[in-house]
């Protein structure tokens, strides 16, 4: 590069030439800023300061608009912040605080042209250095200049001192120990008369306090007497925010600071201020009655007023206050509940928040219908909002919150038909956990499944396969309960079934399979048990279900229209047409179990439908539905055999009986009977670990990283040999039959079970469910606002206990009374506890040396006899001094995390990491003891600091 | 921290100013501006001017064609950070005599300079106009 051309100054095109070409430019945007990046390039090198600097001042106004990397031009920024005229070293410190980072290679660089700044007589170049600091400070720089910040921190100049505070929040919180040096200064520039000064201290002591707000609890005089004598609204926010902080942590100076916030809050004419003062009563001082009604009341003001800024922090404000009062929310809930419907999305998520927090189990029902009305004139992303908010708040804690399983199936039913729904996954994992847990869901969960499976039209909605499948598990796994398993097959063999997803599609194959062996057996069940066909538990079941009020809805369906749909083939001729009868002159009572039909009519119809429609399925691609089709088709052609042709006289049968075909079908029954229930989350915690099987040992630090993620129990299955097995197995000892192969299977299952049995559910809780009845509660679907205010008013209202007709089914859980997996509890990053260390010892050596003299002055404290505060403080000075001193010496050991509260951490710690701890270095286990020791000793060290400012 | 960014934006979209106060990646913010413009200009006059955005909360006004939209921590006032959207506004205003767009664009390095008087690190330092602008003031004698 030769040296700068006379040409190159003069013809430079400055920042404003640049700005009007880019306004100007006819050739596009990004080719002209590329052609400008090339001048700058070329201007940049340029040994004449005042070209590099306009270069310099050109990229920096590309940067960060036009998203221009400026890196490379580092050291070109050092050259012009050195630069002795001010216009051009401010270029040059734009620059840098722009563009530097903690990985900009040339950052040692500046130390020096920054202490020489900060050292300067002109308050504007050290002001320009501040400001640089304080975007730019790194772990070096932060150390190397605090003693340059520190005398600033005093400086004349009030601009420089400002700035000097302003900085120092980033100096600590990178060079911890920097505290040591300036935090003295730091306090007494809380009592400056000056309000510039007065307004940065207390900013910068916000942000301290809202880290770490029990290091400043020794501060709390100085802090009141900003609350009591300033005027300044900004001042006064922050000063809220800190006893927002600091009160919870000690009740004699919340007990100090309400009237004064009272104060503030009746007098103000600021928004901004009264809002706050109404967000620190609610957060920190809700109960002081009187303080707590003076808020409520100007919430309620916030709530009824025209601007939605306003009502959006009175809807906040509310949320703040609703976990601990929730007659607040409910004093106000018409406002809350019309909100849903507010033109502004924030407003409708704010109050949507606000009405689950009151969501209980007296008066969830009313709410889910509230919200779902709302769902359905809501725009998709609302609606999904809302149902996800119903369907998390009603699974929450295993169901915890329904009463009314029959209810909350339904519910799940009627979610699914909204079209925007959006929820399949959750609804999903919510109907198969249903099942699962809830035995008295059953019925209604496969009533529900049914409505869902035989609807063409939903076959349409990619959103529904997920919930289609569930369905279609739920049909296979409990068809038991149903009323009509042929219907339940042709539903799922509905030629628009071709729409589903290949693995969805193999789940409806599955339920074919296991309606089919349920038809099977049954029928042959029914035959074979001759004269008493309904002693068998199975039918039993089925006619239990029967008998609880659905034989109404079972009779109202042509079952005879249905069979003609299944097989058109044979249905003119009908030789068993007189079967049902003679089972209908036995017993009236199971009419409409023999209109199920398991006749052998009706059997072979289904043989036939199930074959003409899975055949094509074997020219499938995919594997699982080939696989389940084969599965199928090979059942039919077994079944086949022992149905040689219809026409077959029924002694036939009859002798055949125990072929190989009904032992097949009774053993697939049991298998398909199997109970499968949710299983434990600890549940690979209690399987013993084989010998031999070294397990990684650094596997255990997993256990810190991933501690919060918890696998979700509902994913989870396994069988769970309940009851039915005994039961069936009972049942086939009772009838005296040969069933070999059931018990040869079932005893497998038994001794599998007594091997793997101790993570298994006890047999006997399964035992007890209660009968559910079906009385329904009548369903209001009124829709107008006025009338769900109405409605809520019922049922928001506080009752203890809600007046049932039925007893709440029994929910299978599995981890009661277990240690649930721990989730590591969110710790300060180490950063703010070493700061928070530090100022704690500097706060200590503050109070005993210069108390007096500071104290001496100060009003609050001005009738404390000294004497007193120092004889509360002298017995715990050595020890105090000792922790400090350890302290100190830990922290050399650099950046080793070090857990601020002991309380927490012992509490909170899992085993595995506790012995993970135990087997780590001796220093550890040290630093864990000084932590005992230290945390009431903080506790009672401080505590005496307020006491004489409270009395 | 309290405030995290300042961004000034016209209805175009395109960034007038922007002022970070945390370190961010050039395509970090270039994903950040994007989300939020089209998160809060797409919003009207009668929406409240909070925007809930990631972890932290955006409160904007709206001043002609010019966004303001500063980036807050969660439990900052929003109240206090519209007024000092509003005295930022009034000392550019007193400074440049009916302040527009094209004055901003023109004099971005005033507009930084009164910032940088009036937020360090994220805090409100300064909120007196007269103080704000008595260096940009200096500066322009001098020059």
């Not at chain 1, 990004?30 to 001048?39: D, G, L, P, R, Y």
């Not at chain 2, 970090?28 to 989300?35: I, K, N, V, Y």
Request: glycine content about 4%; overall charge negative.
């Amino acid at each position: 590069m030769s040296g700068p051309s006379i040409m190159e100054t003069l013809f430079q095109r400055t920042l404003e030439d640049l700005i009007k070409g880019i306004r100007l430019q006819l050739i596009g945007e990004s080719a002209f800023i590329s052609k400008a990046m090339e001048e700058i390039r070329k201007e940049i090198k340029s040994t004449d300061l005042q070209t590099k600097s306009i270069a310099l001042q050109k990229l920096s106004y590309l940067s960060p608009l036009h998203f221009v990397d400026m890196s490379w031009a580092a050291f070109h920024c050092i050259e012009c912040m050195s630069s002795p005229r001010f216009a051009q070293k401010r270029i040059g410190y734009v620059a840098v605080s722009q563009s530097f980072n903690e990985h900009t290679p040339v950052l040692l660089l500046i130390t020096n042209q920054l202490r020489k700044d900060l050292g300067s007589v002109n308050e504007f170049d050290a002001g320009l250095a501040l400001d640089c600091l304080a975007n730019i400070a790194t772990v070096d720089l932060a150390r190397d200049l605090t003693p340059e910040v520190f005398t600033l921190l005093g400086s004349s100049k009030v601009s420089v001192r400002k700035k000097a505070i302003g900085v120092i929040l980033r100096v600590f919180e990178k060079y911890p120990d920097a505290v040591r040096v300036c935090f003295k200064r730091l306090v007494e520039n809380l009592d400056s008369p000056d309000s510039r000064i007065l307004s940065a201290a207390v900013g910068v002591f916000c942000e301290l306090a809202s880290r770490d707000p029990r290091s400043y609890l020794p501060l709390a005089p100085e802090f009141y007497r900003v609350l009591v004598d300033s005027k300044n609204n900004w001042v006064l926010i922050k000063v809220l925010k800190i006893f927002a902080k600091l009160a919870p942590l000690e009740s004699r100076l919340a007990k100090r600071v309400v009237e004064p916030i009272c104060d503030h809050m009746r007098r103000t004419g600021a928004k901004s201020l009264m809002f706050e003062c109404i967000r620190t009563v609610v957060s920190s001082l809700s109960e002081y009655e009187s303080a707590l009604k003076l808020a409520v009341l100007k919430i309620r003001e916030l709530l009824m007023d025209e601007d939605p800024n306003l009502k959006y922090l009175g809807l906040h404000a509310l949320s703040i206050v609703a976990p601990k009062h929730l007659w607040v929310v409910l004093e106000n809930k018409e406002v809350v509940i019309k909100s849903l419907s507010d033109s502004d999305s924030n407003i409708k998520f704010e109050s949507l928040r606000l009405v689950m927090a009151v969501v209980s189990e007296s008066n969830v029902v009313e709410i889910s219908r509230v919200l779902l009305n709302y769902a359905l004139k809501s725009d998709p992303e609302f609606c999904n909002v809302i149902l996800g908010s119903i369907l998390s708040a009603c699974s929450r804690n295993v169901y915890e919150m329904v009463m009314d399983f029959d209810w909350y199936v339904l519910l799940l039913g009627e979610m699914s038909r909204i079209p925007q729904c959006q929820k399949g996954e959750d609804i999903e994992n919510q109907l198969i956990d249903i099942g699962m847990r809830v035995r008295d869901a059953r019925p209604e969960l496969i009533r529900m499944a049914r409505s869902l499976l035989i609807d063409p039209a939903l076959l349409g909605n990619p959103f529904l396969y997920r919930i289609l499948c569930a369905a279609a598990w739920v049909c296979g796994e409990y068809v038991e309960y149903s009323t009509n398993p042929f219907e339940l097959v042709e539903a799922l063999l509905q030629p628009r079934t071709s729409l589903l997803p290949p693995l969805i599609r193999a789940v409806y194959l599955q339920s074919v399979l296991k309606v089919l062996t349920f038809c099977i057996h049954s029928y042959l069940r029914n035959k074979s048990s001759g004269l008493f066909p309904f002693t068998d538990n199975l039918e039993g079941v089925v006619s239990e279900s029967m008998s609880k009020g659905k034989t109404q809805e079972a009779s109202d369906l042509p079952t005879p229209a249905q069979d003609d749909v299944f097989n058109p083939r044979i249905s003119d001729d009908n030789p068993y047409e007189d079967l049902p009868l003679e089972n209908n002159g036995e017993d009236s009572k199971f009419d409409s179990f023999e209109k199920n039909g398991f006749t052998r009519e009706s059997i072979v119809n289904l043989l036939n439908l199930i074959e003409l429609a899975v055949k094509p399925l074997l020219g499938s691609l995919e594997v699982e539905i080939l696989e389940r089709a084969q599965n199928v088709l090979g059942l039919i052609e077994l079944i086949r055999q022992e149905f040689p042709d219809q026409l077959s006289p029924r002694k036939e049968i009859l002798a055949k009986e125990e072929s190989e075909v009904s032992k097949l079908i009774r053993s697939m029954n049991d298998a398909f009977c199997e109970e499968l229930g949710p299983v434990s989350v600890t549940a690979q915690d209690r399987v013993r670990v084989p010998e031999g099987l070294v397990l990684e040992e650094n596997l255990k630090e997993l256990d810190t990283i991933c501690g919060d993620i918890q696998p979700s129990t509902s994913s989870f299955f396994a069988p769970r040999y309940g009851e039915r097995i005994e039961e069936s197995l009972a049942s086939d000892l009772q009838n005296g039959e040969d069933s070999e192969p059931s018990r040869e299977s079932t005893s497998l299952l038994i001794e599998h079970r007594k091997r793997h049995g101790l993570y298994y559910l006890p047999s006997s809780a399964s035992n007890d469910y209660p009968l559910a009845n079906d009385l329904r509660s009548g369903e209001n679907d009124r829709d107008e606002t006025e009338d769900f205010v109405r409605l809520t008013a019922q049922s928001l209202a506080p009752k203890k206990k809600p007046n049932y007709s039925k007893p709440r089914p029994v929910v299978v859980k599995l981890d009661e009374g277990e240690v649930t997996l721990s989730v590591a509890s969110k710790k300060p990053s180490s950063k703010y506890d070493l700061l928070s260390g530090v100022i704690q010892d500097v706060l200590q050596e503050t109070n005993l040396m210069d108390k007096s003299s500071r104290k001496g002055k100060e009003k609050v404290s001005s009738d404390v006899p000294q004497g007193s505060k120092e004889n509360v403080q002298d017995p715990e000075d050595p020890r105090r001094e000792k922790s400090g001193l350890r302290k100190s010496k830990h922290r050399s050991h650099g950046k080793e995390r070090k857990h601020k509260d002991p309380d927490q951490v012992d509490g909170k710690k899992d085993g595995k990491s506790e012995r993970a701890r135990e087997k780590s270095s001796h220093r550890h286990g040290r630093k864990k003891t000084r932590q005992r020791a230290e945390g009431p000793l903080n506790v009672s060290a401080q505590t005496p600091v307020i006491p004489d400012f409270l009395l | 921290m309290g405030i995290r960014f300042i961004l000034m934006v016209n209805k175009q979209g395109q960034t007038r100013l922007a002022q970070y106060y945390e370190y961010l990646t050039l395509e970090e913010r270039r994903a950040l501006e994007g989300e939020i413009v089209r998160k809060c200009l797409a919003r009207t006059e009668q929406q409240c001017s909070f925007v809930e955005h990631r972890n932290y909360k955006i409160v904007y006004r709206r001043y002609a064609s010019l966004f303001f939209l500063v980036g807050v921590d969660n439990d900052e006032n929003e109240l206090a950070i519209l007024e000092f959207i509003h005295l930022l506004v009034e000392t550019m205003d007193r400074h440049f005599g009916n302040v527009c767009e094209l004055d901003i664009m023109f004099h971005l390095e005033k507009a930084h300079f009164m910032l940088e008087e009036m937020v360090m690190n994220g805090c409100i330092v300064e909120t007196s106009k007269s103080n704000i602008l008595m260096p940009i003031q200096l500066m322009d004698k001098t020059s």
